[in-house]
């Protein structure tokens, strides 16, 4: 299935992420799942820039098969979540009060990350989650929080995006993850540098595979 810091992830979290002379053409939507992942079809390609944009931190590329370990994510100790498996070694850290966790590798600086968004009990479907994540980010540039907002790939329960962030150029990907009855439990993300593209879809592939909902626990047992 990063970011300069914790920090650079939460605001981006906090304005919807987390820019603008067009937006990408959409690609005609289609109906996948967790359970019949498809790498998402296109690639964020190089466009003539109208934005001051940085340059990278020259952190290696992240790379296609990281390992995973079990992470559960509860929304409250004893009650519903989902568990998924999070990049090995990469720091987890969850905002007070809120239902999203990201994760960092420790080695490198704003590059990449990974943010889980815990929807149990917000009773809407995958493609309604999805529709509301997209038009976030449109919100998110109209306040100018990023700029030159470009969709380079949407299916009925996924997105892929690339945006201008304080200064630097970030590609996101997506996946929103139902349950049997087709109620979304979990937004997965992964974002970072272009360069990052190949690992970021791979990544989000692998945690949106894993993820499994969690029974709140019974009473007389330990959390």
């Known amino acids: 299935m990063w970011w300069r810091a914790l920090g650079v992830a939460v605001v981006l979290l906090a304005v919807g992420v987390a820019g603008g002379y067009a937006v990408g053409q959409r690609a005609e939507p289609e109906r996948r799942s967790a359970a019949d992942p498809a790498p998402l079809p296109a690639s964020p390609l ?6 001051e944009v940085l340059p990278d931190p020259d952190d290696p590329a992240l790379e296609p098969g990281l390992p995973g370990e079990v992470r559960d994510l509860r929304l409250t100790k004893r009650g519903a979540g989902v568990s998924i498996q999070a990049p090995v070694g990469w720091t987890e ?3 007070p009060n809120s239902d999203t966790w990201t994760y960092i590798a420790t080695n490198v600086s704003n590059t990449y990350s990974l943010r889980v968004n815990v929807l149990i009990g917000q009773h809407q479907s995958p493609e309604v989650a999805k529709t509301a994540r997209v038009t976030a980010l449109e919100s998110s540039e109209a306040d100018e929080n990023l700029q030159d907002l470009q969709f380079t790939a949407e299916t009925a329960d996924s997105l892929e995006a690339t945006y201008i962030f304080e200064g630097h150029r970030k590609v996101t990907a997506e996946r929103f993850v139902g349950d049997d009855n087709n109620i979304a439990i979990a ?8 360069v990052d593209t190949e690992g970021i879809r791979d990544l989000l592939a692998k945690v949106a595979d894993s993820v499994t909902y969690l029974e709140p626990v019974p009473e007389g047992e330990k959390p």
Do not use: C, M, S
């Open 187 to 194: 937004d997965i993300a992964v974002t970072g540098r272009v």
């Open 46 to 51: 190089p466009t003539p820039e109208q934005f």
């Open 93 to 95: 850290n969850k905002q």
